[in-house]
């Protein structure tokens, strides 16, 4: 009998697949149409304080074989999200997990509280967000990454995980200091940085011009995220994330240093892919004689 449960720390996951925040909804809202049984956990869209109305359109483009988006993080604000959807959180056949962002510590804080009223099961630290006073990603700033970590972690008695960005010159150094200021794993990693010109119309494809790049793509920067990590802080859980579209996939994730692997972009194009990720998953390990999927875990050896 294969064991699929995993663990981020002390929390326990009954699959080691996490659908990714941004690509589900607020989770409740998708719940029809996606296989959520087939995860451990779903991260709903990043969510902040007061409503943003994210970027003008056009807003997605495809490139090749990933995805550019520049959507903003449009969102309703907190107290709407909390009424369109905490009833709901409930019947969901997976755990929920929330995304807070903001533009200060202290809103970051606010929201991490709102979500776990609502009854989300973990908070996720979206840090790809503009920092008031200095202008660029708290994700690309260490200290910055802390602070906010701290002041959600002092909000809140739920999990909390950090998403980290490849753009960052150091992803470990980032790593080690929000679990420092308190975060329980880390998400490796967001979108990287990307842009595309439409030749036609002799315009950037996106309205803002530069947007986060995501799809198969972005799996061999992401990997090297958990590979650097893992090897740096091997005691700090991390869940990759980035280009997971085959179970095989989320084995090379494993074997980096992940302990849960996050499935994104593949649900725009197919939003029940989560089962057969998880049967691919299960073939591959009993091909292999894997009993036990948690042996997989930075099971990589270096040369």
């Known amino acids: 009998m294969l064991d699929l449960r995993t663990r981020l720390g002390s929390h326990e ?7 990714a925040s941004g690509t589900v909804g607020s989770v409740v809202d998708c719940a029809e149409v996606s296989a959520f049984e087939a995860y451990g956990a779903a991260v709903a869209k990043s969510v902040s304080v007061e409503p ?21 993080i449009q969102n309703p604000g907190i107290s709407a999200w909390v009424e369109q959807n905490a009833q709901g959180l409930a019947a969901v056949p997976t755990e929920v997990w929330g995304s807070a962002v903001g533009k200060t510590p202290d809103e970051f804080a606010r929201v991490a ?45 739920l999990p909390v995980g950090a998403k980290l960005s490849p753009n960052a010159p150091d992803v470990t150094a980032v790593a080690a200091a929000v679990a420092e200021g308190g975060a329980d794993w ?36 992401a990997l090297r995220c958990v590979w650097e990590v893992h090897q740096a802080l091997p005691g700090l859980p991390i869940i990759g994330c980035g280009g997971v579209r085959h179970g095989r996939d989320v084995v090379e994730y494993l074997l980096a240093g992940a302990s849960a692997v996050a499935v994104g972009t593949a649900h725009l194009a197919e939003p029940r892919c989560g089962i057969r990720i998880r049967d691919e998953l299960a073939a591959w ?18 040369w």
């Open 13 to 19: 996951l009954t699959t080691p697949l996490v659908a």
């Open 52 to 72: 943003w109305a994210g970027k003008a359109a056009p807003r997605l483009a495809p490139v090749g074989e990933g995805m550019l988006n520049g959507i903003g």
């Open 113 to 157: 509280a709102a979500l776990g009223e609502a009854g989300v099961a973990a908070v996720e630290v979206n840090l790809s967000c503009p920092n008031l006073e200095r202008g660029d990603l708290f994700a690309l700033d260490a200290a910055a990454s802390a602070e906010v970590v701290a002041a959600v972690r002092a909000a809140t008695t």
């Open 186 to 221: 880390v998400v490796l990693t967001n979108t990287v940085w990307g842009a595309a010109i439409d030749i036609e119309a002799r315009r950037p494809a996106l309205s803002g011009g530069v947007g986060g790049y995501s799809g198969p793509p972005l799996k061999p920067i």
């Open 285 to 302: 390990c009993r091909r292999h004689h894997v009993t036990t999927v948690t042996t997989l875990v930075g099971a990589a050896e270096p």
